[in-house]
């Protein structure tokens, strides 16, 4: 798989995340998997959350909860009522649904898979 941050600063619309990924050293443990898969919110849905709920920064948890260990998961693979076990652990599963016939997770919609 692609080193993470690599690929993440390639792609400028994500380099908040990228931020929050260097912040809480997350990358080694994330590379350390033999795959996985991110479910990275772009800038503008990072700047809306927190101006939203009037906060300044996301938590560390906040940041695992987008990150699914050992599966590697394309758009194809996600199924409505489908979870996965976040790099939180055991007791927080993200779940995916289709939404007027769109993809979603995290109440989003997943609109492109980059890595």
């Known amino acids: 798989m692609p080193r993470l941050l690599a690929r993440l ?25 033999n795959t996985y898969t991110v479910f990275a919110p772009n800038n503008d849905a990072i700047e809306n959350y927190l101006r939203d709920k009037k906060s300044a920064t996301l938590d560390e948890g906040q ?17 409505n009522g489908m979870h996965r076990e976040t790099m939180l652990g055991s007791s927080y599963w993200v779940g995916f649904f289709l939404h007027n016939g769109q993809h979603c997770i ?9 890595l």
């Not at 940041?63 to 199924?79: M, S, T």
Request: proline share 2%.
């Open 9 to 33: 600063e390639q792609m400028p619309d994500y380099s908040i995340f990228r931020g929050y990924i260097t912040q809480y050293s997350l990358a080694n443990e994330i590379e350390a998997a």
């Open 63 to 79: 940041i695992r909860y987008h990150i699914v260990l050992e599966d590697k998961l394309l758009k194809n693979d996600l199924h």
């Open 106 to 114: 995290l109440e989003a919609a997943v609109v492109d898979v980059h």
